[in-house]
């Protein structure tokens, strides 16, 4: 199953991106814990894209592809903004009292411990594309109506 929706990069938008997930995965047949950890990874990763990647810049579009399979679900996220590779965000401190810790980063850790695998890559056509697989087996389609 293979379902897209495409949106301009503004905070009013990102419930119904957060919709279009919970929707693709409910239709899939995802498990609840799985869903939540999709949702929660592509909120996290729009919600960087409109704060830093279209920071000082016109609001560009954001892609965002569902595709589930029998054992693992693959969201991908494309955006035109600026260029970030997730892979230079250092790990926060989560040992430290909070008053210590640096801010930032925590939404990048939700997003590696919510899914399995994390992959990135810019400069295509589509600008910059992030791609986050999650394993998890999907329940059988229903014959019945939805």
Known sequence: MRLQIERDAHAENLQEIRDFI??????????????????????????????????????????????????????TIADQGRAFDPKN????????????????????????????SVSYESGTELGNRLTLMKMTPLAKASSGAE
């Open 22 to 75: 919970e929707t693709a995965c409910r239709r899939a047949g995802v498990e609840r814990s799985a869903a939540f950890d999709l949702k929660l990874a592509v909120d996290e990763a729009c919600s960087n894209i409109l704060e830093h990647g279209y920071a000082g810049q016109k609001p560009g579009p954001i892609r965002i592809s569902f595709d589930a399979a029998s054992e693992r679900v693959v969201v």
């Open 89 to 116: 965000v250092a790990a926060p401190d989560l040992d430290s009292d909070w008053e210590h810790r640096q801010i930032g980063g925590l939404g990048w850790h939700l997003i590696r411990r919510s899914v399995d």
